[in-house]
T-cell receptor, first 116, second 117 residues
Framework: EAGVTQSPTHLIKTRGQQATLRCSPI?????VYWYQQALGLGLQFLLW???????NRGNFPPRFSGRQFPNYSSELNVNALELEDSALYLC???????????????FGPGTRLTVT | AQTVTQSQPEMSVQEAETVTLSCTYD???????LFWYKQPPSRQMILVIR??????QNATENRFSVNFQKAAKSFSLKISDSQLGDAAMYFC??????????????FGKGTHLIIQP
């Protein structure tokens, strides 16, 4: 069974540009979570998509947005990039109603975003 | 809001020895999940072990076991017979069962585990 995949592995952008990160969940998983792992800040919850809808977002500004496609893959967009957006962005997937079924989330390898 | 605290930024253990990583959390909820994830240098977060708060029995997975003390809000991870492949960052994580999982996982800052050959 294929795990969660993310692309690209690395992304280098300049301040003010837009970045698009992609995630494909494990087959059968409908929930996708995005996390930011920035140096010194740890792992922080960014966004949750389920059944094509944004269900919740963490304490991040609106320039962090995304969407979930009918095949449950997801895209994270970061607009007007700032230097502090440099981080590892991790995507995780879980079953629908995952909380009721054990709560596990399975992570992808991440996208390293560098903003210069 | 829930918080997770890992008080050991770094731990070192000799190969084949046993090591315990500490984690405490703060919550007002009675039902939740706790996890230990491992992040090796390859960056891939790997689920190590899971504990349901309503279960008194401590979870075990091969060489990995937890000591879950609900009243003390403590959730430590014991790694027995440490192996070189265990070297990684270990994260303790909390997940609420309320709101259908809306808040995702709340992570601690992590503990860097070094295995000495």
């Amino acid at each position: 069974e294929a795990g969660v995949t993310q692309s690209p592995t690395h992304l280098i952008k300049t301040r003010g540009q837009q970045a698009t990160l992609r995630c494909s969940p494990i087959s059968g998983h409908t929930s996708v979570y995005w996390y930011q792992q920035a140096l010194g800040l740890g792992l922080q919850f960014l966004l949750w998509y389920d059944e094509g809808e944004e269900r919740n977002r963490g304490n991040f500004p609106p320039r962090f947005s995304g969407r979930q496609f009918p095949n449950y893959s997801s895209e994270l967009n970061v607009n007007a990039l700032e230097l502090e957006d440099s981080a590892l962005y991790l995507c995780a997937s879980s079953l629908a109603q995952g909380v009721m079924l054990g709560g596990e989330q399975y992570f992808g390898p991440g996208t390293r975003l560098t903003v210069t | 809001a829930q918080t997770v605290t890992q008080s050991q930024p770094e731990m070192s253990v000799q190969e084949a020895e046993t090591v315990t990583l500490s984690c405490t959390y703060d919550t007002s909820e009675s039902d939740y999940y706790l996890f230990w994830y491992k992040q090796p240098p390859s960056r891939q977060m790997i689920l190590v072990i899971r504990q349901e708060a309503y279960k008194q029995q401590n979870a075990t997975e091969n060489r990995f076991s937890v000591n879950f003390q609900k009243a003390a809000k403590s959730f430590s991870l014991k790694i027995s017979d440490s192996q070189l492949g265990d070297a990684a960052m270990y994260f303790c994580a909390y997940r609420s069962t309320s709101g259908g999982g809306a808040d995702g996982l709340t992570f601690g800052k992590g503990t860097h585990l070094i295995i000495q050959p």
